[in-house]
């Protein structure tokens, strides 16, 4: 089991260097830095193991996120629960709506454009209705106030929400690792691969597809209440915004889809990107966004692969209209198929 | 006489706004290596995917190893032992032979270890040992036929559909894959194959099914319904029969 | 409890609105139809167009009805640059690639639009725009009357292109089989950026009908992504009959729904449309079944 192997020594070393470089490292702006880049990360962790690994391409995953942020947000502002405790709160939120939405889509054999769509219908319902109603502050949105202590799950420096952050990172690590290794994951990638085969395998492609949405989601979510507690503030555009949905599958597809490391690097990368258009910018409204999008334009023409994926030897397959079968066949020794 | 492994009863399923298959009844038993055979467009394939539970029948039943299994989920007749391979091959295209093969393997292996394990082994079965760690996308049409038996192999089924596990390879090529074939059916795997290749039909099936136009027109030993005249005029038209008998004659 | 003199204007801004959503939808659905691909950048397209018409009133006085002819082949030709430069490049055999591209290039379009035009919201004045006319108990703005019988007669004209012409028979031919078209001579690429051309061309058109009775921001694609795509698979996919009817059911839908739970709570009603039509009736009213 050498591949599980060498996953888990590359999770704990990379564990070992962000909690060294969080100790480490003084300035708040480098601290910052790790933060969000960690925070990029979690979220194309999330988008990852529902479209790399299970092929469902969401295209509102802010759903999950915005769920999780605001049950985090209202448990503590309306009920008065502790933050630590609103925490498995908020993400199991955001699971039970990756359930729901999932059993749905799926239910009725949604998959590819379809189901894009209607993850992007259902984050615009949660947006509207988070505008709209009054338990969720409505279009101002809603304030943590600020209370700065460590079992408020509020820190003054970014260093405590890097720790925050690393434990879901590492847990999304973890869970990814366990899809390249199990049985579970060797069903979800069939059928992401191709479900009809899978089927006839004995895999059931709804049960497969359903848990790695709930898990999707409740990584989600997680970053969803990581925001709240880092900001104390939410919004329903920036909880269910198409910016957040963005961010989410540009990491994974930037880095490589399918892979352990694929969202970490991508979302590494686009952090960085980021920033060096902050500085060379200012803060232009838009500008980030716009190189965001070209970069995904530019990804799919040019890296489909990703940033992993440079590294790999696999030849990217075309499938043809005929069913597979390559147009060009290699040359063949005798009796080797 | 024991019970049929498999059994379909006036089968009937309408696709497409045909009744592609029309009334359709075999029995198929353990242990045998049988075929279905007939002309293109016959409905052999849809039949599978009734049997398999990929289309669900209009109407007729399908007992497998006594029980109804009419319309049930392809996922749930392949745990209780009926594998299926599809004619388009279907690998999946970004994974390796061994991980391919190892999905089947899961089915009854949940460690992922032994699994691999296994794959390994099956895939020395079919002569793929020498391609386990290549993309499946890398394979040629006759090594993606392999897989897609190997595959189903994995999965230890009792009843083995395969569809068409010869079309597209050459002469050389298809003599490889029969004793492939037999020795699954010696291993005591029941096998009902659809193929084209007469030359695999008359060597490795003890009996034969011949569907034209949704129905079956024969059935019997190789030999004698090759020599039938409905399957004839099947094949090659209306009044072939006659005109080779005559033929023979003279 | 509301009375006819309040629900008929309300049905007929409606209908005025849905007829320019039909055209939209139109675009959408030949693109669809002929490419098979979910153009995400329809809405942005829309917007750009939009902010074209209103750079040609404002730069340049141009009336928006003027710059029709202007409008319509700009789009054409962006739309087939970008086709035949982007997106077909980009696809690589799957259909989750195009997605992800259009899907990227409405993210360039809209935030393009936010740095130049920042994110104020902009409407032109014309002689016309405050005109309203009497029908019945409603008083209809005169754009949105002009928009109604625009919009048909762009669809009109579509239809009579995809319909009755060499081109249109092209299209369609390449739309139920590529490999068959290629083989009788037909350049497929061409077709497809042609297609994707005259999908964006719509759009040239209903922003020119769009915009005196309506506004601009950098937002508003994305408004109408949705809305498009509800036209599209209520219609049923790649059914033009169906966009117009689609279009037109949306438009008062949405209408009904402002006015009876308010503008943002309205907008929810569409979507739910969408995520049912999608869930229980992927072919929609008039498509085939999926």
Redesign the interface.
């Known amino acids: 089991m050498s591949g599980a192997r060498a996953d888990a020594l590359g999770i704990a070393a990379f564990v070992l260097v962000v909690a060294c470089a969080a100790f480490a490292l003084g300035s708040n702006v480098a601290l910052t830095f790790v933060m969000m880049a960690l925070y990029a990360t979690l979220m194309a962790q999330a988008w990852n193991l529902l479209g790399g690994f299970g092929g469902q391409f969401s295209f509102g995953h802010a759903l999950f996120f915005g769920t999780g942020a605001y049950v985090q947000a209202i448990a503590q502002v309306s009920g008065g629960i502790n933050a630590w405790a609103a925490l498995p709160l908020a993400v199991g939120a955001a699971g039970v709506v990756g359930l729901l939405i999932g059993a749905l889509a799926f239910r009725y054999g949604l998959k590819g454009s379809y189901f894009a769509l209607v993850t992007l219908a259902f984050a615009e319902v949660f947006r509207i209705l988070a505008l709209s109603l009054g338990f969720t502050g409505g279009g101002v949105g809603m304030m943590l106030p600020l209370r700065a202590s460590a079992t408020n799950l509020q820190f003054a420096s970014p260093r405590g929400y890097v720790l925050m952050l690393l434990g879901f990172v590492t847990l999304a690590l973890a869970v990814t690792a366990w899809l390249r290794h199990s049985r579970f994951g060797a069903s979800l990638q069939a059928v992401r691969d191709n479900e009809d085969a899978a089927r006839a395998l004995g895999i059931a492609p709804f049960r497969v597809k359903l848990i790695a949405t709930v898990l999707s989601g409740a990584f989600m979510g997680a970053a969803g209440a990581f925001y709240v507690q880092a900001f104390q503030y939410i919004d329903p555009a920036i909880a269910f915004g198409a910016t957040t949905s963005v961010e989410a599958l540009l990491g994974a597809i930037v880095g490589g889809m399918g892979t352990l490391w694929g969202p970490v690097l991508g979302a590494l990368a686009l952090h960085a990107l980021a920033e060096l258009t902050r500085n060379l910018f200012g803060a232009l409204p838009g500008i980030n966004m716009v190189i965001y999008g070209s970069v995904l334009v530019l990804i799919v023409m040019f890296m489909p692969r990703g940033i992993a994926g440079l590294g790999v030897a696999l030849r990217w397959t075309r499938r043809d209209c005929l069913g597979g079968a390559r147009e060009h066949d290699r040359e063949r020794t005798k009796g080797q198929p | 006489m024991t019970e049929p492994l498999l059994h379909v009863d006036k089968l009937s399923i309408t696709f497409g706004g045909l009744k592609a298959v029309d009334g359709v009844s075999l029995s198929l038993q353990r242990g045998t290596l049988a075929a279905l055979i007939g002309p293109n467009g016959a409905g052999k394939t849809t039949l599978f995917a009734g049997v398999s539970g990929f289309l669900r029948p209009g109407s007729g039943r399908v007992v497998f190893n006594g029980h109804d299994i009419t319309g049930r989920a392809p996922h749930l007749n392949a745990r209780a032992g009926m594998t299926r391979t599809f004619q388009i091959v279907q690998p999946f295209a970004a994974q390796t032979v061994r991980e391919n093969i190892a999905v089947g393997a899961h089915l009854h292996i949940a460690g992922r270890a032994a699994a691999l394990r296994e794959a390994e082994l099956v895939a020395e079965r079919v002569g793929l040992a020498a391609q386990l760690d290549k993309p499946a996308s890398d394979l040629t049409v006759a090594g993606r036929k392999r897989l897609e038996l190997a595959r189903a192999l994995a999965t230890r089924p009792q009843l083995l559909l395969l569809d068409e596990v010869l079309a597209g390879l050459n002469p050389h090529e298809i003599s490889e894959m029969i004793p492939v074939v037999r020795g699954l059916a010696a291993s005591g795997v029941t096998v009902l194959m659809i193929e084209h290749v007469m030359q695999a039909v008359m060597n490795l099936a003890q009996h034969v099914w011949v569907l034209a136009q949704g129905r079956l027109i024969a059935e019997g030993a190789p030999t004698d319904v090759t020599r039938n005249a409905a399957v004839i005029e099947a094949y090659l038209g209306h009044g072939a029969a006659e005109r080779l008998r005559k033929g023979a004659l003279r | 409890m509301f009375d006819f003199s309040i629900l008929f204007p309300s049905l007929l801004n409606g209908l005025t609105t849905g007829a320019v959503y039909a055209l939209v939808a139109l675009g959408l659905t030949l693109i669809y139809g002929v490419l098979h691909i979910?153009n995400f950048a329809h809405g942005a397209a829309l917007m750009l167009a939009l902010y074209g018409v209103y750079v040609l009133r404002t730069r340049f006085g141009i009336d928006p009805y003027l710059a029709l002819p202007v409008m319509v082949a700009g789009m054409f030709v962006f739309g087939y640059a970008l086709q035949r430069v982007?997106i077909n490049?980009?696809s690589?055999?799957?259909?989750?690639?195009i997605?992800?591209?259009t899907?990227?290039?409405?993210?360039?379009?809209?935030?393009?639009?936010?740095?130049v035009f920042?994110?104020d919201t902009r409407s032109i004045e014309t002689p016309y725009t405050l005109t309203t006319v009497a029908i019945g108990p409603a008083m209809i703005a005169l754009p949105k009357i002009v928009a109604f019988f625009g919009s048909l007669v762009v669809a009109g004209v579509l239809l009579w292109v995809v319909q009755r012409t060499d081109l249109g028979r092209a299209i369609r031919a390449v739309a139920k089989e590529k490999?068959g078209a290629r083989l009788m001579g037909i350049d497929v690429a061409h077709v497809y950026a042609l297609s994707y051309g005259i999908g964006l061309a719509c759009l040239g058109a209903a922003a020119c009908f769009l915009l005196p009775a309506f506004y601009v921001n950098?937002q508003v694609g994305?408004g109408f992504v949705?809305v498009s795509?509800t036209i599209v698979?209520l219609g049923g996919m790649g059914s033009f009959a169906g966009a117009l009817l689609g279009g037109f059911l949306v438009g008062i839908v949405e209408s009904l729904g402002g006015l009876f739970l308010?503008d943002?709570?309205g907008?929810?009603g569409i979507?739910?449309i969408?995520?049912a039509v999608?869930?229980?009736r992927?072919q929609g009213l008039f498509g085939d079944r999926v």
């Open positions: 979910i982007v490049r980009a690589h055999g799957k259909d989750e690639n997605l992800l591209v899907l990227g290039l409405s993210i360039v379009m809209e935030n393009a639009a936010l740095l920042k994110s490999q950098p994305s949705l795509f698979v308010g943002s709570l907008q929810v979507y739910l969408f995520i999608l869930l229980f992927p």
